[in-house]
């Protein structure tokens, strides 16, 4: 791989306002146009996004002190069950947790998404109380601005190249997929395809940890691996790309972000999730990581999945690109199902258009890796024993 540039030389290059930047959708064009070599010489930075259902999200609050003060054992935001075991007054609402009076219809998700709205919320909280933490209880309400912090962080998002899900069975069946209709009636997908980050980025040549991404609306950043991260990457000489796998652990200020990009979703028969935008910028530093961003629909394939089946026993049925669902059907088993996604593609490209603004005008900064991601992890199922 010959270095083309290093993000030292774009980042001054967008803060003399010189920066080429382009989205993830504009760059085909311009390479089918080009060529890589050409494109790689001409462009600095590509935008990515992807808008769609996250459900390994959180919020960490701070609440701050009561008079007499209080150590948390127990908390409710709004009837919803909080996390209260790492300190007096932190806590932190899961988005799928489920409200204890509304069930499955509201939950931590909602949480979240009225504190960004800046509703007041209902805290209950109890204790055994000691002697520095003498109070039992406290019934109040809290908003975003009435806490010391609000930090969005999500252990498991941007999961790269998720499966496409349908259902062989004779009955219907509510899954975090959507609901999948009896004897292939249709099939759900959920990545944002050629505008993916991950899939712009397969091997982490330039997303690692420390990476400055754009998240819910504000400026976060990359924290870790996420859970499950267990990237694959095949490319053959038909130009199929297989990348699945690895996923991003995010944090940032929920205070700064917006209910334009951080919504709360119900999935039937599956309970409340968190639908986040992420974007994230891939400096062009050489012409291999042009030669990946400026892959195609038609060249990103994912698996078929049977989720009518057991997890452990899930077959796979075959392989699928981003055209052809995006086209509205695809053929499985020689039946024609029409496909439907969970993730927004016109907000994901909204995401990345609004990303690249924000770099050109100079207010968002590429931040380099302080250490790249693993490649080579596999995921494990739990150990029964």
């Not at 300190?87 to 499955?104: F, L, R």
Request: net charge positive; aromatic share 8%.
């Amino acid at each position: 791989m010959t270095t083309k540039r290093t993000f030292e030389q774009i980042n001054k290059k967008i803060k003399d306002g010189k920066a080429v930047v382009v989205t993830a959708e504009e760059i085909i064009p311009i390479v089918q146009e080009k060529g890589i070599e050409k494109a790689a010489e001409e462009i600095d930075v590509v935008t990515t996004g992807t808008f769609g259902p996250m459900c390994s999200s959180s919020v960490i609050i701070n609440l701050g002190h009561s008079d007499p003060p209080i150590r948390i054992q127990k908390a409710w935001l709004n009837d919803v069950e909080a996390y209260a075991g790492i300190a007096a007054v932190d806590i932190i609402m899961g988005a799928t947790q489920p409200s204890e009076t509304h069930g499955m219809f509201y939950g931590g998700a909602h949480v979240i998404e009225d504190l960004i709205s800046k509703k007041r919320i209902k805290l209950k909280a109890i204790s055994q109380g000691t002697d520095c933490y003498p109070r039992k209880e406290i019934e109040t309400y809290i908003n975003l601005e009435s806490i010391n912090q609000a930090i969005l962080f999500n252990p498991r998002n941007c999961y790269q190249n998720y499966n496409v899900g349908v259902n062989t069975s004779n009955k219907k069946i509510n899954t975090y997929m959507g609901i999948l209709l009896p004897k292939l009636g249709n099939a759900s997908f959920s990545t944002s395809g050629q505008l993916s980050p991950l899939l712009n980025d397969p091997k982490f040549m330039t997303i690692g940890i420390g990476t400055r991404i754009f998240l819910g609306g504000a400026q976060g950043f990359i924290a870790w691996e996420g859970t499950q991260h267990s990237p694959e990457f095949i490319s053959n000489e038909e130009g199929m790309q297989i990348s699945k796998g690895g996923t991003l652990s995010v944090i940032g200020n929920l205070k700064e972000m917006s209910t334009d990009y951080i919504r709360a979703a119900v999935f039937k028969g599956y309970g409340t999730t968190l639908v986040v935008g992420i974007g994230i910028p891939i400096p062009i530093l050489s012409s291999d990581i042009m030669k990946y961003v400026a892959v195609r629909n038609e060249e990103i394939y994912t698996q078929i999945i049977d989720y009518s089946v057991p997890h452990a026993q899930r077959p796979s049925l075959g392989w699928v690109n981003y055209k052809q669902l995006f086209s509205g059907e695809i053929s499985v088993q020689g039946k024609t199902i029409p496909t439907s996604p969970l993730s927004s593609y016109a907000k994901a490209r909204e995401i990345a258009q609004k990303l690249k603004k924000e770099i050109v005008e100079g207010s968002f900064l590429l931040q380099k890796p302080i250490k790249k991601l693993p490649i080579k992890e596999k995921f494990k199922s739990l150990l029964e024993i």
